[in-house]
Protein backbone atom coordinates (compact mmCIF):
# COMPACT_ATOMS: atom_id res chain seq x y z
CA UNK A 1 0.00 0.00 0.00
CA UNK A 2 1.43 3.47 -0.87
CA UNK A 3 2.27 5.95 0.91
CA UNK A 4 -0.61 8.38 -0.21
CA UNK A 5 -3.17 6.25 0.97
CA UNK A 6 -1.22 5.89 4.16
CA UNK A 7 -1.06 9.68 4.69
CA UNK A 8 -4.78 9.85 4.51
CA UNK A 9 -5.33 7.46 7.21
CA UNK A 10 -3.33 9.99 9.95
CA UNK A 11 -6.38 11.59 11.39
CA UNK A 12 -8.78 8.49 11.52
CA UNK A 13 -5.70 6.39 13.37
CA UNK A 14 -6.06 8.82 15.90
CA UNK A 15 -9.97 9.00 15.99
CA UNK A 16 -10.02 5.28 16.29
CA UNK A 17 -7.54 5.59 19.41
CA UNK A 18 -9.81 7.99 21.10
CA UNK A 19 -12.98 5.74 20.11
CA UNK A 20 -12.00 3.23 22.95
CA UNK A 21 -9.44 1.80 25.03
CA UNK A 22 -6.76 -0.45 24.11
CA UNK A 23 -6.82 -3.93 25.58
CA UNK A 24 -4.21 -6.28 26.92
CA UNK A 25 -3.63 -9.04 25.89
CA UNK A 26 -1.01 -11.95 27.24
CA UNK A 27 -1.29 -15.77 26.41
CA UNK A 28 1.27 -17.74 24.69
CA UNK A 29 -0.27 -18.99 21.60
CA UNK A 30 1.19 -18.50 19.05
CA UNK A 31 4.63 -16.81 18.95
CA UNK A 32 5.19 -13.48 17.00
CA UNK A 33 7.59 -11.51 16.41
CA UNK A 34 8.78 -7.35 16.52
CA UNK A 35 7.05 -6.12 13.48
CA UNK A 36 8.64 -2.90 12.51
CA UNK A 37 7.08 -0.39 10.36
CA UNK A 38 10.18 -0.71 7.13
CA UNK A 39 9.14 -0.56 3.32
CA UNK A 40 9.91 -4.97 3.75
CA UNK A 41 9.33 -5.30 6.82
CA UNK A 42 12.12 -8.15 6.09
CA UNK A 43 15.09 -6.61 7.17
CA UNK A 44 16.69 -5.59 10.99
CA UNK A 45 18.00 -9.80 11.62
CA UNK A 46 20.99 -8.88 12.04
CA UNK A 47 22.79 -6.91 15.31
CA UNK A 48 22.40 -2.89 14.77
CA UNK A 49 25.53 -1.10 14.11
CA UNK A 50 25.20 0.34 16.97
CA UNK A 51 24.52 -2.92 18.80
CA UNK A 52 22.79 -2.87 22.59
CA UNK A 53 23.21 -6.65 22.72
CA UNK A 54 22.33 -8.37 20.03
CA UNK A 55 23.94 -12.27 20.65
CA UNK A 56 22.20 -12.00 24.11
CA UNK A 57 18.53 -11.85 23.31
CA UNK A 58 17.43 -15.47 21.83
CA UNK A 59 14.59 -18.10 21.07
CA UNK A 60 13.08 -19.51 24.65
CA UNK A 61 10.83 -21.88 23.59
CA UNK A 62 7.85 -20.00 21.61
CA UNK A 63 9.03 -16.76 23.29
CA UNK A 64 12.39 -15.44 24.08
CA UNK A 65 14.86 -14.49 26.40
CA UNK A 66 17.68 -12.41 27.83
CA UNK A 67 21.24 -13.62 28.75
CA UNK A 68 22.54 -11.50 31.44
CA UNK A 69 25.75 -13.07 32.50
CA UNK A 70 27.60 -14.84 34.93
CA UNK A 71 24.90 -18.47 33.60
CA UNK A 72 21.62 -16.50 34.06
CA UNK A 73 18.93 -15.75 31.73
CA UNK A 74 15.85 -13.74 32.11
CA UNK A 75 12.26 -14.29 30.37
CA UNK A 76 9.03 -13.63 31.20
CA UNK A 77 7.40 -15.85 33.71
CA UNK A 78 4.37 -17.11 31.32
CA UNK A 79 7.25 -18.32 29.02
CA UNK A 80 9.55 -20.23 32.02
CA UNK A 81 12.74 -21.82 31.91
CA UNK A 82 14.31 -24.09 29.14
CA UNK A 83 17.10 -24.17 26.19
CA UNK A 84 17.84 -21.44 24.69
CA UNK A 85 18.58 -20.86 21.18
CA UNK A 86 21.52 -17.66 21.59
CA UNK A 87 23.50 -16.96 18.06
CA UNK A 88 26.31 -19.48 19.30
CA UNK A 89 24.30 -22.60 19.86
CA UNK A 90 21.86 -23.61 22.09
CA UNK A 91 22.25 -24.49 26.00
CA UNK A 92 20.15 -26.36 28.90
CA UNK A 93 18.67 -24.77 31.54
CA UNK A 94 19.95 -26.16 34.98
CA UNK A 95 17.73 -28.09 36.85
CA UNK A 96 15.74 -26.12 39.66
CA UNK A 97 17.76 -23.09 38.74
CA UNK A 98 14.67 -21.52 38.37
CA UNK A 99 12.65 -18.59 40.50
CA UNK A 100 10.40 -16.09 40.17
CA UNK A 101 10.98 -12.29 40.66
CA UNK A 102 8.66 -10.37 43.64
CA UNK A 103 7.49 -6.71 43.74
CA UNK A 104 9.57 -6.35 46.90
CA UNK A 105 6.12 -6.08 48.97
CA UNK A 106 4.86 -2.93 46.98
CA UNK A 107 1.97 -2.25 48.25
CA UNK A 108 -1.47 -3.38 46.81
CA UNK A 109 0.66 -5.82 44.16
CA UNK A 110 0.72 -9.01 44.05
CA UNK A 111 4.06 -10.45 45.40
CA UNK A 112 5.23 -12.28 42.17
CA UNK A 113 5.52 -10.57 38.65
CA UNK A 114 5.83 -11.74 35.30
CA UNK A 115 9.43 -12.13 35.35
CA UNK A 116 11.82 -15.45 35.61
CA UNK A 117 15.41 -16.25 36.05
CA UNK A 118 17.14 -19.53 35.38
CA UNK A 119 20.44 -20.71 34.74
CA UNK A 120 22.57 -22.52 32.09
CA UNK A 121 24.36 -25.70 32.40
CA UNK A 122 27.23 -24.51 30.28
CA UNK A 123 28.61 -20.99 29.74
CA UNK A 124 28.15 -18.98 26.41
CA UNK A 125 31.08 -17.24 26.21
CA UNK A 126 29.14 -13.93 25.73
CA UNK A 127 29.30 -10.09 27.66
CA UNK A 128 27.61 -9.74 30.76
CA UNK A 129 24.54 -6.95 30.64
CA UNK A 130 24.38 -3.81 32.63
CA UNK A 131 21.08 -3.15 33.93
CA UNK A 132 19.18 0.38 34.51
CA UNK A 133 19.34 1.27 37.50
CA UNK A 134 16.67 4.19 36.82
CA UNK A 135 13.71 3.82 34.78
CA UNK A 136 13.66 5.67 31.11
CA UNK A 137 12.20 8.80 30.85
CA UNK A 138 9.09 9.35 29.33
CA UNK A 139 10.35 10.24 25.49
CA UNK A 140 13.47 8.41 25.74
CA UNK A 141 14.48 6.37 22.77
CA UNK A 142 14.66 2.28 22.90
CA UNK A 143 16.02 -0.44 20.87
CA UNK A 144 13.43 -3.82 20.92
CA UNK A 145 15.01 -7.18 20.12
CA UNK A 146 13.01 -10.01 20.07
CA UNK A 147 12.06 -13.41 18.14
CA UNK A 148 9.06 -14.60 16.77
CA UNK A 149 6.77 -14.23 13.28
CA UNK A 150 7.87 -11.90 10.48
CA UNK A 151 5.70 -9.44 9.26
CA UNK A 152 3.24 -10.09 6.53
CA UNK A 153 1.24 -7.76 4.00
CA UNK A 154 0.32 -4.23 5.21
CA UNK A 155 -3.82 -3.89 5.55
CA UNK A 156 -5.80 -1.27 5.84
CA UNK A 157 -9.64 -1.98 8.10
CA UNK A 158 -12.95 0.73 8.14
CA UNK A 159 -13.72 -0.26 12.15
CA UNK A 160 -16.90 0.54 13.42
CA UNK A 161 -16.58 1.66 16.77
CA UNK A 162 -20.09 2.07 17.91
CA UNK A 163 -20.36 -1.55 19.04
CA UNK A 164 -18.48 -4.00 21.50
CA UNK A 165 -16.35 -5.36 20.70
CA UNK A 166 -15.60 -3.16 17.50
CA UNK A 167 -16.37 -4.58 14.39
CA UNK A 168 -13.45 -4.33 11.33
CA UNK A 169 -13.63 -4.68 7.92
CA UNK A 170 -10.94 -4.96 5.54
CA UNK A 171 -10.92 -2.50 2.62
CA UNK A 172 -9.25 -0.01 0.82
CA UNK A 173 -11.96 2.46 0.81
CA UNK A 174 -11.37 5.57 3.13
CA UNK A 175 -10.14 3.03 6.16
CA UNK A 176 -9.40 4.73 9.38
CA UNK A 177 -7.17 1.59 10.91
CA UNK A 178 -3.92 0.13 9.35
CA UNK A 179 -1.32 -2.19 10.22
CA UNK A 180 0.40 -5.55 9.27
CA UNK A 181 -0.53 -9.48 9.21
CA UNK A 182 2.04 -11.93 11.01
CA UNK A 183 3.13 -14.70 8.43
CA UNK A 184 4.34 -18.40 9.83
CA UNK A 185 7.75 -18.17 9.60
CA UNK A 186 10.36 -16.57 12.54
CA UNK A 187 12.95 -14.45 12.72
CA UNK A 188 15.31 -12.55 15.44
CA UNK A 189 14.36 -9.56 14.78
CA UNK A 190 15.18 -5.97 16.13
CA UNK A 191 13.66 -1.99 16.11
CA UNK A 192 13.07 1.06 17.79
CA UNK A 193 10.71 3.19 19.70
CA UNK A 194 10.43 5.84 22.47
CA UNK A 195 9.02 5.31 26.25
CA UNK A 196 5.14 6.59 26.12
CA UNK A 197 4.82 6.29 29.74
CA UNK A 198 6.41 4.49 33.11
CA UNK A 199 3.42 2.87 34.69
CA UNK A 200 2.02 -0.21 36.77
CA UNK A 201 0.72 -2.86 34.39
CA UNK A 202 -1.68 -5.89 35.22
CA UNK A 203 -0.18 -9.14 33.33
CA UNK A 204 -1.79 -12.71 33.20
CA UNK A 205 -3.03 -11.75 36.46
CA UNK A 206 0.81 -10.58 37.98
CA UNK A 207 1.04 -7.03 38.89
CA UNK A 208 4.45 -5.41 36.74
CA UNK A 209 6.09 -2.06 37.04
CA UNK A 210 6.49 -0.92 33.28
CA UNK A 211 7.26 1.10 30.73
CA UNK A 212 4.86 1.22 27.62
CA UNK A 213 5.46 2.17 24.26
CA UNK A 214 3.14 2.96 20.91
CA UNK A 215 3.43 1.99 17.81
CA UNK A 216 3.14 5.09 16.41
CA UNK A 217 1.80 6.48 12.76
CA UNK A 218 3.97 8.03 10.13
CA UNK A 219 4.08 8.97 7.24
CA UNK A 220 7.35 7.72 6.03
CA UNK A 221 8.63 4.37 6.97
CA UNK A 222 11.40 3.40 9.43
CA UNK A 223 12.34 1.33 12.05
CA UNK A 224 9.27 1.55 14.28
CA UNK A 225 8.95 -0.99 16.43
CA UNK A 226 5.67 -3.32 18.07
CA UNK A 227 5.79 -6.42 19.88
CA UNK A 228 3.09 -9.51 19.36
CA UNK A 229 2.72 -12.09 21.50
CA UNK A 230 5.83 -14.44 21.02
CA UNK A 231 8.27 -11.31 21.99
CA UNK A 232 7.62 -12.62 25.59
CA UNK A 233 10.68 -11.89 27.23
CA UNK A 234 12.34 -10.01 24.85
CA UNK A 235 15.22 -6.84 25.23
CA UNK A 236 14.72 -3.41 25.29
CA UNK A 237 17.46 -1.45 25.67
CA UNK A 238 18.38 2.24 25.66
CA UNK A 239 21.63 3.90 25.85
CA UNK A 240 22.90 5.97 28.82
CA UNK A 241 25.73 8.15 27.54
CA UNK A 242 28.03 5.69 25.71
CA UNK A 243 26.98 2.62 27.30
CA UNK A 244 23.61 0.63 26.51
CA UNK A 245 21.41 -0.87 29.40
CA UNK A 246 19.11 -3.54 29.40
CA UNK A 247 15.99 -1.51 30.51
CA UNK A 248 13.32 -3.94 29.95
CA UNK A 249 11.51 -7.33 29.15
CA UNK A 250 8.84 -7.55 26.83
CA UNK A 251 5.50 -9.09 28.49
CA UNK A 252 2.68 -7.93 26.28
CA UNK A 253 1.09 -5.96 23.68
CA UNK A 254 -2.16 -3.68 23.91
CA UNK A 255 -5.18 -4.14 21.14
CA UNK A 256 -7.76 -2.57 19.91
CA UNK A 257 -11.33 -3.96 21.03
CA UNK A 258 -12.14 -6.86 18.21
CA UNK A 259 -8.54 -6.58 16.50
CA UNK A 260 -8.38 -9.54 14.04
CA UNK A 261 -5.94 -11.74 15.45
CA UNK A 262 -2.58 -12.01 13.88
CA UNK A 263 -2.00 -8.39 13.28
CA UNK A 264 -0.02 -5.22 14.63
CA UNK A 265 -2.18 -1.88 14.21
CA UNK A 266 -0.88 1.59 14.65
CA UNK A 267 -1.58 2.51 18.41
CA UNK A 268 -1.08 -0.80 19.97
CA UNK A 269 1.22 -0.83 22.48
CA UNK A 270 4.20 -2.97 23.85
CA UNK A 271 4.10 -3.31 27.72
CA UNK A 272 7.53 -3.93 29.22
CA UNK A 273 8.64 -4.37 32.71
CA UNK A 274 10.77 -1.73 34.03
CA UNK A 275 13.90 -3.81 35.23
CA UNK A 276 15.14 -0.63 37.54
CA UNK A 277 12.18 -1.62 39.89
CA UNK A 278 13.36 -5.20 39.91
CA UNK A 279 17.82 -4.68 39.66
CA UNK A 280 18.62 -5.56 43.18
CA UNK A 281 16.81 -8.85 43.24
CA UNK A 282 18.60 -9.59 39.58
CA UNK A 283 22.14 -8.00 41.02
CA UNK A 284 22.06 -10.80 44.04
CA UNK A 285 22.65 -13.17 41.55
CA UNK A 286 24.43 -11.90 38.53
CA UNK A 287 26.98 -9.45 39.44
CA UNK A 288 27.29 -5.79 36.86
CA UNK A 289 29.51 -6.44 34.56
CA UNK A 290 32.41 -4.46 36.09
CA UNK A 291 32.50 -7.08 38.66
CA UNK A 292 32.40 -10.14 36.92
CA UNK A 293 36.08 -8.30 35.12
CA UNK A 294 36.91 -8.01 38.41
CA UNK A 295 37.09 -11.39 39.65
CA UNK A 296 38.15 -12.95 36.90
CA UNK A 297 41.28 -10.61 36.53
CA UNK A 298 41.61 -11.35 40.91
CA UNK A 299 41.63 -15.62 39.78
CA UNK A 300 43.86 -14.65 36.65
CA UNK A 301 46.34 -13.14 39.66
CA UNK A 302 46.07 -15.84 42.30
CA UNK A 303 46.73 -18.70 39.42
CA UNK A 304 49.94 -17.32 38.47
CA UNK A 305 51.06 -16.91 42.10
CA UNK A 306 49.52 -20.66 42.28
CA UNK A 307 47.14 -20.22 44.65
CA UNK A 308 43.83 -20.25 41.72
CA UNK A 309 40.97 -22.50 41.86
CA UNK A 310 39.05 -23.73 38.92
CA UNK A 311 36.43 -21.28 37.64
CA UNK A 312 32.71 -22.69 37.89
CA UNK A 313 32.52 -22.97 33.90
Not at 225 to 252: H, P, T, Y
Request: charged fraction near 10%; avoid cysteine.
Amino acid sequence: MGLLIMRSLASRIVALAAAGALVFWFGLPPAEAVVIDTLTGTGNTSAPPDDPGWANVGIRGIGTGVYLGAGWVLTASHVGGGEILLGSGTYAMLPNSGFQLTNGGAAGKTAATDLYMYRLTTDPGLPAISIGQAAPAVGSAVTLIGAGRDRGAYLTWSVNTTVTPFVWTETSASPNAAGYQELASRSMRWGTNTVESVNWDAIDGLDVAGLRTDFTFSQFYSNEAQAAVGDSGGGVFRKNGSVWELAGIMLGVGTYSGQPAGTAVFGNITAIADLSVYRSQIMQVVPEPGAITLAIGGLVVAAFFGRGRPRPW
